[in-house]
């Protein structure tokens, strides 16, 4: 039985939890914030409030399903302890002195920093593709208001008085993912896959009409054309978070200890 550790106690920890309970052999933890009153449920073995007692448990993975501060605050000592870190907040990564870190950290650590395709796919055609000088990625983002609820209310927009599509958002992958940390950390994937944060153009649209969280990838060089768009049903629980994320998580799980993997 491995040890697999979740740092998040919100709705991608609870769906993964749900399917690995279904017939994957781990036991698992879960680090709380010290303030959340949450009490362990089913599929859950223990719940760590500190993350020393987290690594005293010695996990064979720890997954964060939390937020971009919980990568900043975590990720680090988890690696040079030796244990793998399974990024969802990828736009923490957006910071590359960060990033470089926790590579080095990594290294130091020897293991990995793995990072999920989370709501997005296609990342191995992109990373095949940026190969070649002169290759274009670019992202556009397109999710109905209910997503927008805070970032709206913050422009003094009321969601339901959106009608017409709206531009949030044009620029680059390390600004989107690190202005819209709940929205846009797919960016900072699609870059680290593809032509890097700097280069990666991104358009943010908040879409009445858009029949759920619509992402659309787009690749032009030397190699081909590519266009990609994923429509997700947002998470019932969540809806800035695609439903499909916490499986894309248990994806890149399984996918660690399986001995053949494909894609
Ligand atoms: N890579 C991807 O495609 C996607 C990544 N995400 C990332 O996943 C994160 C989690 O998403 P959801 O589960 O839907 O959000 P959620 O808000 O339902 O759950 C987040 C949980 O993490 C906890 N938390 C926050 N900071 C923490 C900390 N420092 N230590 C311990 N617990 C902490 C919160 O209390 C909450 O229980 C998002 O904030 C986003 O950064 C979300 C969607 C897609
Ligand atoms: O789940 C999604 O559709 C994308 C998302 O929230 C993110 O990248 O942070």
Redesign the pocket.
């Known amino acids: 039985m491995r040890k697999l550790a979740i740092?998040?106690?919100?709705?991608?920890?609870?769906q993964m939890v749900e399917v690995i309970a279904q017939g994957d052999q781990f036991s698992i933890a879960v680090?709380?914030?010290p303030s959340?009153a949450?009490t362990a449920g089913p599929g859950i073995g223990t719940v760590f409030a500190d993350i020393d007692d987290l690594l005293a448990w010695k996990p064979d993975l720890i997954a964060?399903?939390?937020?971009?501060?919980?990568v900043s605050?975590?990720a680090a000592t988890c690696l040079r302890q030796g244990i793998p870190f399974l990024?969802?907040?990828?736009?923490a990564l957006a910071d590359e002195n960060l990033y470089k870190a926790l590579c080095q950290a990594a290294q130091d650590g020897n293991t990995r920093l793995l990072i999920?395709?989370?709501?997005?796919g296609g990342l191995d055609y992109v990373r095949s593709a940026a190969m070649f000088d002169g290759a274009q990625v670019t992202y556009e983002s397109r999710k109905p208001p209910s997503a927008w609820v805070p970032e709206l209310a913050a422009l003094g927009i009321e969601p339901t008085h959106v009608t017409e599509p709206l531009e949030l958002f044009a620029g680059m992958a390390d600004e989107a993912a690190t202005r819209y940390?709940?929205?846009l950390?797919?960016a900072a994937?699609l870059a680290l896959a593809g032509v890097g944060m700097r280069n990666t153009k991104v358009r943010v649209i908040v879409d009445p009409n858009a029949p759920g969280n619509l992402h659309t990838i787009k690749v032009d060089g030397p190699a081909g054309s590519f266009e990609l768009t994923i429509a997700n049903k947002p998470?019932p629980?969540?809806p800035?978070?695609?439903w499909i994320?916490?499986r894309?998580l248990v994806v890149s799980i399984r996918r660690y200890f399986e001995p053949c993997w494909v894609g």
């Open positions: 740092i998040g106690v919100g709705n991608i920890c609870r680090l709380k914030r959340a949450f964060e399903a939390a937020g971009q501060a919980a605050q975590y990024v969802s907040s990828v736009g999920p395709s989370g709501a997005i940390p709940k929205n950390n797919v994937t998470s629980d969540n800035k978070t695609s994320v916490s894309s």
